[in-house]
């Protein structure tokens, strides 16, 4: 019978060291996956809507910035994390910050200003 993954061994920290090595290349992977995905994905939905509509509109370009901003950081995010930074995990949640700070840039900006 094996022991609970509560007890401390010789064995322990190495299987914590490998748990923690797969989940950062884990993140790192999908960190880099997202970031390029919204990255490029929004400089194709750019070209896209300048082709058909000739540019952008206040909506259009407050989405792209939004996702140029949250694939940017992303972006930062894998590299930090396969750097091995010692700040990988602060930088994992600065992504989140986006849609935060978009959205009441978006209250402000369109539904305030229609009122």
Wanted: glycine share 8%.
């Amino acid at each position: 019978m094996e022991p609970p993954l509560t007890t401390f061994g010789p064995d322990s920290q190495l299987v914590a060291s490998r748990v923690r090595r797969t989940a950062e290349r884990g993140l790192t992977l999908l960190n880099y996956a997202v970031g390029l995905a919204l990255t490029f994905g929004g400089l194709a939905l750019a070209v896209h809507w300048h082709a058909r509509y000739g540019g952008f509109r206040a909506v259009r370009s407050f989405y792209l910035y939004d996702a140029w901003a949250f694939g940017a950081l992303e972006l930062l995010a894998a590299h930090a994390m396969r750097r091995g930074w010692p700040t990988r995990w602060v930088l994992q949640l600065l992504p989140l910050a986006v849609p935060v700070i978009a959205y009441q840039y978006f209250i402000i900006h369109f539904v305030l200003r229609r009122l």
